[in-house]
């Protein structure tokens, strides 16, 4: 059975940080393109980051408004991928979904007020 | 980016009814290796996403054969053949030949 759990969502005040994990099981992770992709409040979906597999050298990209504050990183050793999340603004609340696009986790909230 | 323009928004059927969703692209969606990457998604009440179809057609694994998808270049269609209970929720089109990966603004289906 595939499963993708994400985890270290949470309260978060403005200008902090915030690191989400995604433990994965069930799927060859390591040959697989991982994404993060969150949705706002008003249910629209926004597609964050991607890494891609070793043998595309970890090829990372990111949407441009968050590039410099969000990192996507991978560990094929744990089946993991993650997202540091710094300088988190309150825009930022949203559900987010780590996805290799085929399989989606369940999803982690974030929530960031004062 | 790539602007997708779902329609309807909502969407009101009744059980056996068939429907069809439109997804129209803001610039074509043919990559340079031949694919089109166009893929459709359901999300249920209260779950996560899911992948039904890839590349416009290709129906992901264990999805019924009632969902069917059709199109090129910037227009494309979703159609179901027979809605049941299960159906409802919302569909979202999703391209990824162009970065950033883009998303429709969803259609809303309910069971009348």
């Known amino acids: 059975e595939v499963q993708l759990v994400e985890t270290g969502g949470g309260l978060v005040q403005p200008g902090n940080s915030l690191k989400l994990s995604c433990a994965t099981s069930?799927?060859?992770?390591?040959?697989?393109?991982m994404n993060w992709i969150r949705q706002t409040p008003g249910k629209r979906l926004e597609w964050l980051a991607q890494?891609?597999?070793?043998?595309?050298?970890?090829?990372?990209s990111y949407l441009e408004s968050v590039k410099g504050r969000f990192t996507i990183s991978r560990d094929d050793s744990k089946s993991s991928v993650y997202l540091q999340m710094n300088n988190l603004k309150e825009e930022d609340t949203a559900i987010y979904y780590c996805?290799?696009?085929?399989?989606w986790g369940q999803g982690t909230l974030v929530t960031v007020s004062s | 980016d790539v602007v997708l323009t779902q329609t309807p928004p909502t969407l009101s059927a009744t059980i056996g009814q068939s429907v069809s969703i439109s997804c129209r692209s803001s610039?074509?969606?043919?990559?340079?290796?031949?694919?089109?990457?166009l893929n459709w998604l359901l999300q249920r009440p209260g779950q996560s996403p899911q992948l039904l179809i890839y590349?416009?057609?290709n129906l992901e694994s264990g999805v019924p054969n009632r969902f069917s998808g059709s199109g090129s270049e910037t227009d494309f269609t979703l159609k179901i053949s027979g809605v049941e209970a299960e159906d409802l929720g919302v569909y979202y089109c999703m391209q990824a030949t162009h970065a950033p990966l883009t998303f429709g603004s969803g259609t809303k289906l309910e069971i009348k």
């Open positions: 996805t290799s696009l085929a399989y």
């Open positions: 069930g799927f060859t992770f390591s040959t697989a393109w």
């Open positions: 590349s416009v057609s």
């Open positions: 610039q074509s969606l043919l990559d340079s290796d031949g694919d089109t990457y």
């Open positions: 890494i891609e597999d070793k043998s595309n050298n970890y090829f990372i």
